[in-house]
């Protein structure tokens, strides 16, 4: 054998070296998600659970062994499974909040134009004054008809949009 051909050997064995451990470096080189998601450590228990319990079946984990282990990693997987129904909770509550905000503008209480009675979404006519109602959208001021839910030109909803208009006035 020859100087030459041991270099080439060698130089071989390097370059496949370099090959072979590209594929780690990449992986290592991928940026680490600093937020650990709740989803993912109740996954990465049950993971976990599963692999122990496999260990387990081989014989690889004592018997003591994997009854703690198997605690500890309930316990994770409790902790975390709570953790996301309560943010599901917590997004649940900021939703129904935004719902009866974007509600509320709608159910206002209605006065009559004329003499300020206070009336019912349902009424068509003023109780004190007998004027009847005429429902207007606040978008677009097209004219509806009593018991409209939706403006025909626009869609938007005719609750508590109520405007009232002398009889004479129709």
Same mark, same amino acid.
């Given at each position: 054998?020859?100087?030459?051909?041991?270099?080439?050997?060698?130089?071989?064995?390097?370059?496949?070296?370099?090959?072979?451990?590209?594929?780690?470096?990449?992986?290592?080189?991928?940026?680490?998600?600093?937020?650990?998601?709740?989803?993912?450590?109740?996954?990465?228990?049950?993971?976990?659970?599963?692999?122990?319990?496999?260990?387990?079946?081989?014989?690889?984990?004592?018997?003591?062994?994997?009854?703690?282990?198997?605690?500890?990693?309930?316990?994770?997987?409790?902790?975390?499974?709570?953790?996301?129904?309560?943010?599901?909770?917590?997004?649940?509550?900021?939703?129904?909040?935004?719902?009866?905000?974007?509600?509320?503008?709608?159910?206002?209480?209605?006065? =009559?134009?004329? !003499?300020?009675?206070?009336?019912? *979404?349902? +009424? /068509? @006519? &003023?109780?004190? $004054? %007998?004027?009847?109602?005429?429902?207007? =959208?606040?978008? !677009?001021?097209?004219?509806?008809? *009593?018991? +409209? /839910? @939706? &403006?025909?030109? $626009? %869609?938007?909803?005719?609750?508590?949009?109520?405007?009232?208009?002398?009889?004479?006035?129709?």
């Amino acid at each position: 054998m020859t100087i030459g051909t041991a270099l080439i050997g060698i130089g071989m064995l390097v370059l496949a070296g370099i090959v072979v451990t590209q594929p780690l470096r990449h992986k290592a080189a991928l940026p680490e998600d600093s937020g650990s998601s709740r989803g993912s450590d109740y996954d990465a228990a049950l993971l976990a659970l599963r692999d122990l319990e496999f260990d387990h079946q081989l014989d690889v984990v004592s018997d003591e062994d994997y009854a703690r282990t198997k605690g500890q990693l309930m316990t994770q997987a409790a902790q975390a499974l709570e953790q996301q129904v309560e943010a599901r909770s917590q997004l649940d509550d900021l939703i129904e909040t935004a719902v009866r905000t974007n509600r509320g503008g709608t159910n206002q209480p209605v006065t =009559c134009q004329h !003499c300020q009675e206070q009336l019912a *979404p349902d +009424d /068509n @006519f &003023c109780p004190q $004054c %007998g004027r009847i109602a005429e429902i207007a =959208c606040p978008v !677009c001021k097209q004219a509806g008809t *009593p018991g +409209d /839910n @939706f &403006c025909t030109g $626009c %869609g938007t909803a005719l609750h508590g949009a109520l405007n009232f208009a002398s009889v004479a006035e129709l």
